[in-house]
């Protein structure tokens, strides 16, 4: 019997403790500091939208790599030090678009520049919002944001391995980090539908259409004339540096193209692809292929799971004066 009392002990304060953390987000969390936050942001993400396209999926990727190290802290902005390599200067981390950075930075001066707001709404909290921006901005919908994140104290490229999706994960090994971070099978598939925006790096898509393996060197699941395309695009001795769309028919569009695109065998990478081909997550694929407002809606959802990832409160947090920097 003491054992069954301590087991249950045990299990609700770590249920106490994954709930507390996010019980303190809430949407209006700034109504009485800085009423207008969500307002300066947007205004601010829109003009640097404008300047340049690649904000969008910039912005989107960043948050995502934030939220999956340590949870969504905004670790990811701090900058490396002669003492400390940070999470941004990981191997995994380095194709981070500049873009994403510059879009909390510019965000964050125009709060500061009103003088109620400054210092007064966490890096954490306005890459959460520029995030829901740039979704609508690109024809996504737009959604209401919990707010009430602190920043995180800590951030170390040693943290960063194993806890990123890679290109050629199958849906097992997806579905274990998605799980780790208390998502679910159907987030995954939501989750990685943000690839309807956005360009991945040539090199990075070599092993499908050039080396698969001993018998064949092309991916057979690659669709013929998608192949054709990639290698169009692609030539084996092309700059590394090279990028190309993720989505091949709709690439400036939040839509539910990119489910539509795995069913004709066009996903650019493997951990696209085989959404479609394991029996798991295909039919969630074909649905949202033929339903882009349950899919726009499933998106939401999942979003607003992967904003309550690791926040930081209390002790475990602060507001930082300079996003990219511990202060």
């Known amino acids: 019997m003491v054992n069954k009392t301590n087991l249950l002990l045990l299990l609700l304060s770590l249920f106490l403790t994954l709930n507390l953390s996010s019980a303190q987000l809430r949407r209006n969390f700034y109504a009485g500091s800085c009423p207008n936050v969500e307002q300066i942001v947007r205004n601010a993400v829109q003009k640097k939208v404008q300047q340049t396209f690649t904000t969008i999926p910039a912005t989107l990727r ?13 670790s990811v902005l701090i900058a490396s030090t002669d003492n400390n390599k940070a999470e941004k200067d990981h191997e995994e981390n380095l194709s981070l678009a500049g873009d994403g950075f510059d879009t909390v930075i510019k965000a964050k001066e125009a709060l500061d520049a009103v003088p109620n707001c400054r210092n007064k709404v966490s890096c954490a909290d306005i890459l959460t919002i520029a995030t829901r921006d740039v979704v609508n901005l690109a024809g996504g919908p737009k959604y209401d944001v919990e707010l009430g994140r602190l920043d995180g104290l800590s951030s170390t490229a040693a943290s960063v391995g194993g806890k ?23 987030d995954m598939i939501a989750l990685s539908g943000a690839h309807t925006l ?53 690439p400036r569009q939040f839509d539910n193209v990119y489910y539509k695109n795995l069913q004709q065998g066009k996903g650019l990478f493997t951990s696209d692809q085989v959404l479609f081909e394991d029996r798991r997550s295909k039919p969630t694929v074909d649905l949202w ?39």
């Open 289 to 327: 292929a033929s339903n882009g407002q349950l899919f726009n809606q499933a998106f939401i959802n999942s979003m607003i799971k992967l904003g309550r990832v690791g926040v930081k409160t209390g002790s475990n947090g602060n507001i930082r004066r300079d996003c990219g920097a511990f202060n």
């Open 164 to 186: 990123l999706p890679h290109p050629t994960d199958d849906v097992n090994k997806l579905t274990s980090l998605f799980a780790k971070n208390g998502l679910s099978l159907n």
């Open 198 to 250: 956005g360009f991945a790096h040539c090199t990075k898509v070599f092993d499908r259409i050039y080396t698969f393996n001993k018998t064949t060197k092309v991916d057979p699941t690659v669709n013929k004339d998608y192949v054709t395309e990639l290698k169009a695009s692609c030539p084996q001795n092309i700059d590394p540096r090279v990028a190309i769309n993720m989505d091949p028919t709709t």
């Open 62 to 74: 960043l948050y995502f790599h934030d939220c999956f190290v340590n949870g969504c802290d905004a």
